[in-house]
């Protein structure tokens, strides 16, 4: 290649932006959704008249990782950080987490499995008042990190692939599959089932998306080996933004080599994001949803600003992006 055209594409290569977001916006989006068709009667209704609702939001906890301190380390827990026996020895509760381990340490290495666990705990609660807001914001955010823990690179320290020469497989796996296939995917789930121990389902999702981490970095690397570099990246305009991007032909062979594996996971996450659901309103008593109301003015106004401090929020989250 003469020397100009390398300029260009270094320059072009520095310029990108960070695709930055869990899942990517659109497969959050399109989990939440999904969940909502699989609900029975006594929860459909009232789901369905505020899916709007449930879809946009599903990415606002993302958001919030750029406003809010301690907001990223609910979406993910670096197992290999606590050793190869981790998925033993690592407590299921939280009190006797923090016992063993102090806030620090947790914070550091990530917490979604206890989170989910709370969240479920918070929409019971909120079923049980009958308060539409908190259902809504709670149903919502609760699907958010469900589907986090089915992504096996929020199970790793390794998350971005920074430590293996692999960096931009996060946003590659979570978003640049999904956006490409997932109109393929088989989306016909069976009805939510009853959860009798929410704590340890949220620990069975991390502990199966940690088990499919080796074949996501390994299969990546062997492809790398097959594809010259050119070959492996593209460059397509988003939003008006040249974006490098992993090319349709290594999408194409990465996602045949996964054999199925992000549709697999997808599945995973709405199916247990409707049970979640449906457990907090069984335990709650089965409360009837058909006369609860609308999200309220002061409920709009909130995620209304929250919008506003998502755009200057101060933190920087853990990178995710292709660079
Ligand atoms: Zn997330």
Known sequence: MRRPAISILLLITLLLPLQAYTWGFFAHQRINRLAVFTLPP????????HIRYITENAVNPDRRRYAVANEAARHYIDLDVYGD???YKLPRYWQQALKKYGEDTLQANGIVPWHISLMKYQLTQAFKERNADRILRLSTELGHYVADACVPLHTTRNYNG??????GIHAFWETRLPELYSDSYDFFIGQPEYIAQPQLKAWQLVGSAHLALDSVLFFEKQLTQEFDEEKKYSYEIRSNQTTRVYSRAFSEA???????QVERQMRLAIHTIASFWYTAWVDAGQPDLSTLGSPSAAELQRLEMEKQEYEHGAHKPREEGVQ
Do not use: D, I, P, V
């Open 42 to 49: 006594e929860l459909f209704g009232f789901y369905k008249k």
């Open 85 to 87: 026996s981790a998925l």
């Open 162 to 167: 920074q430590l293996t020469g692999q960096r």
């Open 254 to 260: 990465y996602s045949r080599k996964l054999n199925g």
